[in-house]
């Protein structure tokens, strides 16, 4: 029994090691949030906003903070601060389009020494299709806090257009 125990503590330890190494970095940790945001906001030809709703809020549970700070230029009011609220606030806003697709480029990240904020810069890319198709490209700030091991969102400005 004993001859046996030590060759599995030593797949464990190797399993362990491999597991740990294989881990995303921070940086990628915080791209791959930037992405499900991108997703939760994607609209597809035909989709009901009210099936779309539920999806919305389970994507910004994960992704947002609570409460979190969100504004954008061409919205009078600051955005509400709750995540329900906020993905109930991208729901409406997103049914005007047929379609809708979002993406980040050109992500710059600054963690801070103890690797618990970020400061994000990006380009938010959207299109939507249909009769009044449009193309558009936003810088946007965000701010990451890290929360339980987990890159959460706490503040987003989407700022206007650059000229």
Sequence with gaps: MRRLSIPLVLVVVALAAFAWT????????????????????????????????????????AIFDDPTHASVPELPLALPGGRAALADKATELTSYYQTLDVSFTDVEIKLDSVKLIAHVAATAKLSTSGENATRDTRPVDFLFYKKDGTWRVTSVTVWEPRS
């Design 22 to 61: 294989r881990r995303a970095s921070d940086e990628d940790q915080i791209r791959g949030q930037l992405t499900r945001l991108g997703a939760a906001l994607h609209v597809s030809e035909g989709s009901n906003p009210l099936f779309r709703a539920p999806r919305v809020r389970s994507e910004f549970e």
